[in-house]
């Protein structure tokens, strides 16, 4: 039988067994707290909200191709990643759905991918210059990225299946978190030769690049990870939203801005949805909507019990119904017609120009931007533009308006309101984008409903005969 001694000393013992257990626990929870707040996040150089800068430059870039009979006003896409890129003295980071800069495929004309093996070559350059080149994509096997790894590049890898069966259509650079640029031209050589793209570099726009790099944090951590955690990084958390936009101006006009993600289980603390900027920007237009778009398609797939269920997605097409039947908004429609175009697409369509039918002071009109195709010719997205700007606002974004883009695809959008109107006859940003849609919109390439019946018809024929030959070969043995 253990004496008085022994128990004392068993009671010491267990005491501070419990004691090293408690400060264990306490160091763990400790640790967990600053890697939440500090450590997770990648260092942002010193940039805060008080010191960073708010006077800002802005460009417009569009990509137009070479058969195409259009002045060329605005600055070349391509121009303006090669202003990037001479500009870079410490970092560049890249999201890009897609590798294909440096095409030898058969489908390559002469001399049509030069440009993008251009800025390739400068790609691979940057380490030897001491600039770290950071590119989050959620290719897994691309011959680009390993090259340019082999370069000195750093790569992540976005799993965007495992999060939402989806695909990551964001596109965008940040160059030394102080000039940033968004659109819809990506990594691909048909950015800068077949396809028309828009977009908008900003320079020395520091407030505004921290908050778009923290959105490329959040791609960085998801780095081999098949689920979102629920502790995130401050530093992933967004520095300015629809309710509290960042103040700031823009060639030397007031403005407030903010950039919106999706889907929405990638929208980190106070990120606002890309669906809420839309809606924002719609709601908060006085006279006219003007939007530009490769595909507009109001349904979304859902996944339910093993099978595909579409439905009707109204948060885009009721907020345009609203503008224009109870505001009396004037509302344009460009959209892009190709042969990959859904049906429904034009149902849709009809829909919403029958708003305005017998009623007073109701304009919404839509046309299709569509280019006749030379006989043999590999088809491309003609207008893969993918913005809207109103009398007071522009929204750029990398998505189509297309329900399913918004609910399982990544994208990025930026926002941009004006404190001015249009008065300045073209100089502000806004004045410069309305004069890009209305220059295509007057085109021989924008088409009305009508126009394109004969087209519509043909596909449709199309497309049935398909679903026929795919119903018939389910019953073949």
Request: with cysteine; aromatic share 10%.
């Amino acid at each position: 039988m253990a004496g008085p001694s022994t128990q004392e000393h068993l009671k010491t013992q267990q005491k501070c067994i419990a004691i090293f257990a408690l400060v264990c626990c306490f160091a763990v929870l400790v640790a967990l707290f600053f890697s939440s707040v500090d450590i997770w996040g990648d260092s942002e150089d010193g940039i805060t909200e008080e010191n960073c800068s708010r006077n800002c430059r802005i460009v417009l870039v569009e990509n137009i191709p070479e058969d195409y009979d259009y002045s060329k006003t605005s600055v070349p896409l391509s121009a303006g990643f090669h202003t990037l890129l001479d500009l870079a003295k410490y970092s560049i980071e890249v999201v890009s759905p897609v590798w294909n800069l440096n095409s030898r495929d058969m489908e390559t004309s002469s001399g049509s991918a030069k440009q993008g093996q251009l800025l390739f070559q400068r790609l691979t350059g940057l380490n030897s210059r001491g600039v770290k080149l950071k590119i989050a994509s959620s290719l897994t096997n691309s011959e680009e990225l390993k090259t340019l790894v082999a370069h000195g590049a750093e790569t992540t890898v976005v799993n965007m299946t495992a999060f939402t069966e989806g695909g990551l259509n964001s596109s965008f650079w940040i160059v030394d978190r102080k000039h940033i640029y968004i659109g819809s031209g990506s990594m691909d050589w048909r950015s800068f030769a077949k396809r028309k793209e828009l977009g908008v570099v900003v320079y020395n726009c520091s407030c505004l690049a921290l908050d778009l790099h923290r959105v490329f944090s959040f791609y960085w951590q998801l780095h081999q990870r098949d689920y979102i955690p629920t502790i995130w990084s401050r530093r992933v958390s967004a520095l300015y939203k629809r309710h509290e936009p960042l103040e700031l101006q823009i060639n030397e006009t007031e403005a407030t801005t903010y950039v919106s993600t999706s889907p929405e289980l990638f929208c980190s603390k106070d990120r606002t949805k890309d669906i809420d900027a839309i809606y924002q920007v719609i709601q908060n237009a006085k006279t006219f909507i003007f939007i530009s778009v490769t595909d507009y398609l109001p349904l979304v797939n859902r996944k339910l019990r093993g099978s595909t269920v579409t439905r009707y997605w109204t948060p885009i097409d009721e907020v345009i119904r609203e503008a224009v039947v109870l505001r009396g908004v004037k509302v344009r429609m460009l959209i892009t017609y190709r042969k990959k175009t859904h049906p429904l697409t034009f149902n849709f369509v009809s829909s919403l120009k029958s708003l305005c039918l017998k009623l007073h002071n109701c304009s919404l009109d839509v046309r299709f931007f569509s280019q006749k195709q030379k006989k043999g010719d590999i088809e491309y997205p003609l207008n893969n533009n993918k913005y809207m700007v109103t009398d007071n606002a522009l929204y750029i974004g990398n998505h189509n308006w297309v329900g399913s883009d918004f609910a399982i695809n990544a994208g990025v959008g930026l926002v941009i309101m004006m404190q001015n109107n249009l008065n300045n006859k073209g100089r502000t940003i806004l004045g410069q984008v309305r004069a890009a849609f209305d220059r295509d919109w007057r085109s021989r390439f924008a088409k009305n409903q009508q126009g394109i019946t004969n087209l519509i018809s043909k596909y449709r024929e199309g497309h049935s005969k398909t679903k026929e030959k795919e119903n018939d070969s389910k019953y073949l043995i």
